[in-house]
């Protein structure tokens, strides 16, 4: 073996090993566009109904945990997601399925 030709070999393997394939690329790149349209879209919100929403969605609580934690009562927080999920229907097309 040539000097040096035994760490070109690990590395090229290393490479190998730990390159994604094309498919979770184009997932991850798919996941930052959902990520940045859905920031956009929660701009168009009130705080209320888009603390309510960061709260119940993105901590995965039930309405009930999210009022609990947002010391709101229970029909003030279903409110505000449901107006705030309204609002995101409306005014992004990437959204619809919410």
């Known amino acids: 073996m040539i000097p ?3 760490l ?8 190998r090993a730990t390159a994604a394939p094309p498919s979770a690329i184009c997932s991850m790149f798919a996941a930052k566009e959902q990520s940045r349209v859905l920031g956009q879209a ?7 109904e888009r603390q309510a ?3 119940a969605f993105f901590s995965e ?3 009930s945990e999210a009022a609990t934690r947002l010391n709101q009562p ?9 107006s ?3 609002k995101l229907r409306q005014g992004s097309p990437d959204l619809k399925g919410l």
């Open 8 to 15: 070109q070999d690990d590395r090229q393997i290393r490479t």
């Open 84 to 86: 705030g999920l309204g």
């Open 4 to 6: 040096g030709r035994w």
């Open 53 to 55: 929403i960061e709260t």
């Open 74 to 82: 229970l029909g003030t927080v279903k409110t505000r997601i449901r």
């Open 42 to 48: 929660l701009q168009v919100l009130t705080p209320d």
């Open 61 to 63: 609580l039930t309405y």
